[in-house]
């Protein structure tokens, strides 16, 4: 019986793994299409000062827009894009319309910093940080208006061509920060790796805020170990009044979460963007 017993779980085991590969390789096949066929599509989370809830920044974030699925999240498709390598594309793609986004915001006298996330695979091409250091030159685009998000994954595998990347950003006036702080590594010694400009506390820091007095003492030692390296601090996930509040108090600088905003298609940021003020 014991023995049947593993046969079965074997034979489970197998056919969940044969499931597991046919949705990568589905998943690969969508990526593909998606650049062939501009299914691309970049939405726009705004990022707020905590002082007075103005919108000082917008993150890019990328979507696929798929002929049979519609409308698909980075969880579809954005690990199988780093395991094939297609993230280069993807990130390289993102990064265009970033740039066109940023020119045209600038031509209407918006002055909104922009954020994306770049992939460690993306830092380690040796074209991508020189491409873009060509097309903010040639475009007169504002190098000191992007935010580039990289991963503790990619400080701690930093290679020589991931750290000259960095450089390239670093030399057109962009800063380079880190995404989901607190995540996955418990060492903190590759935040001196790098210098970084901004740190971003990862939303499972802030969802227990006010539930949990422990969350509350890590968040602010996260808050004082940034600024003691010169970061400017960015909570993400803030979805609540009281979170908001609370990470005034303990000294953060800025928040995003869907208390200020959801991403949405550059047009349907507040109109406050444009005009003096937003308020949420
Ligand atoms: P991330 O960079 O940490 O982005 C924040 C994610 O949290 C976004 O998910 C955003 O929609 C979500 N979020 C923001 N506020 C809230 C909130 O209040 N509550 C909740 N529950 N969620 C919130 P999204 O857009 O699905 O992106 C997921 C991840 O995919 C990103 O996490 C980033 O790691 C990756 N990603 C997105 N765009 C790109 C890209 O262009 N290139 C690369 N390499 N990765 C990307
Ligand atoms: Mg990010
Ligand atoms: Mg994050
Ligand atoms: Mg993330």
Redesign the pocket.
Known sequence: RAKDGGRDRVALYDSAMRHEAQARRDAEHRVRRALRTDGLR??W?PIVSLSDHEIVAA?????LEDPVEGLL???EF?DTA?DTGL?VD??TW?LGEVLRQLREWRRAGVGLQVS????GK?LEHPSFAHRLAHSVESTGASGSSLLA?V?ERTLIDLSSSTRASLGELRSIGARVGL??FGTGYSSLSYLDRFPLSFL?I??SFVRPLGTSDRAEAVVRALISLAHAHGMVVTA????TELQAAMLRDMGCDRA????FG??VVAAALPQGVLGPRFRP
Not at 236 to 239: F, K, Q, Y
């Open positions: 970049v939405v989370q993150e890019a974030l990328v979507r999240e980075p969880k954005v780093e993230i993807v990130d993102v994306f996330n770049v992939s993306t998000e991963t995404d989901d971003k990862d939303m993400e996930g803030v979805e995003q979460g869907y208390l959801r991403p």
